[in-house]
């Protein structure tokens, strides 16, 4: 069996009690070397051979997979935060699927929450925001059309933008061309839950200055929205005035 686990955002101890217990007992660890921490490995056994995916291409990482899988070897491909998000882990399991590998996903905590326990915050607050938009600025990999950060930034959502530390300039104009006004609040978290996190709070006009002043060109994910500010609505589930499936309303 080949399992895809999460790897959590960066602390050691942030990955699942299962994803674990799989790093136990694999005798074959591919982990994503760039973005991985690498203390995770010492959950591995003596004998277990890892290897870094930074420097594979698709297909080594998909033979090497095959090749422990058939001599009987429990194969983990370790990804960071939850491979469902920009973890190019479909395509993999594709390749599994021509050698008829069976696979399973381990989930693990995306590094936006992680990101959102640093901030010690919630993405959707009653009365500001209660969709999150998960996106991204187009790099080497294109983003369609209608998906474009302006478009996007006109619902007035909270917004979690991966992979775009480097673009700011770019990505604080295309949020205010979508009508995001300049002083809306903004985060750079940097590295959430690793040893050397950092946190700058600002404001979508200074995203860029923000990121120069503070050293961030990468692994970061840049939060916009109201969410970040102070104002919002108590929640209807905990009123005291409120009745549902379990809780009679108080008599006031
Ligand atoms: N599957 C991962 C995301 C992989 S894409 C997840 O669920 O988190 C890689 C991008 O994720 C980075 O460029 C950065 O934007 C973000 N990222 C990953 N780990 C991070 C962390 N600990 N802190 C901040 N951003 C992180």
Redesign the pocket.
């Known amino acids: 069996m080949v399992y895809f686990v999460?790897a959590g955002?960066?602390a050691a101890d942030l990955i699942t009690v299962r994803g674990a217990e799989l790093l136990k007992k694999a005798d074959l660890v591919i982990y994503?070397g760039s973005?991985v921490n690498p203390e995770l490995l010492r959950y591995t056994k003596k004998s277990c051979k890892i290897l870094n995916s930074a420097a594979m291409t698709l297909e080594q990482v998909a033979a090497a997979m095959v090749a422990a899988q058939e001599a009987g070897g429990l194969v983990v491909r370790l990804?960071?935060?939850?491979?469902?998000?920009?973890?190019a882990v479909r395509e993999q399991m594709v390749l599994l699927d021509k050698q008829k590998i069976p696979y399973q996903v381990v989930a693990?905590?995306?590094?936006?929450c992680?990101?959102a326990a640093s901030l010690k915050t919630e993405y959707t607050l009653p009365g500001v925001s209660q969709t999150v938009i998960i996106s991204?600025m187009a790099g080497r990999t294109q983003v369609p059309p209608r998906e474009e950060i302006a478009q996007l930034a006109s619902h007035g959502a909270t917004m979690v933008?991966?992979?775009?530390?480097g673009l700011l300039e770019t990505l604080s104009s295309e949020l205010q061309q979508g009508g995001c006004p300049p002083e809306t609040p903004a985060a750079i978290?940097?590295?959430?839950?690793?040893p050397d996190?950092k946190i700058v709070r600002t404001s979508v006009a200074k995203l860029a200055s923000a990121a120069t002043e503070n050293g961030i060109e990468?692994?970061?994910?840049?939060l916009v929205g109201n969410f970040l500010g102070d104002g919002f609505d108590r929640s209807k589930l905990y009123d005291p005035s409120f009745t549902h499936g379990f809780r009679q309303a108080e008599r006031s």
Do not use: C, M, N, Q
Request: zero cysteines.
């Open positions: 999460g955002p960066g994503a973005l990804h960071t935060g939850d491979p469902s998000i920009y973890g693990g905590v995306s590094s936006f992680g990101a991204r933008l991966f992979l775009s530390a978290v940097y590295k959430a839950t690793w996190e990468k692994t970061a994910l840049i």
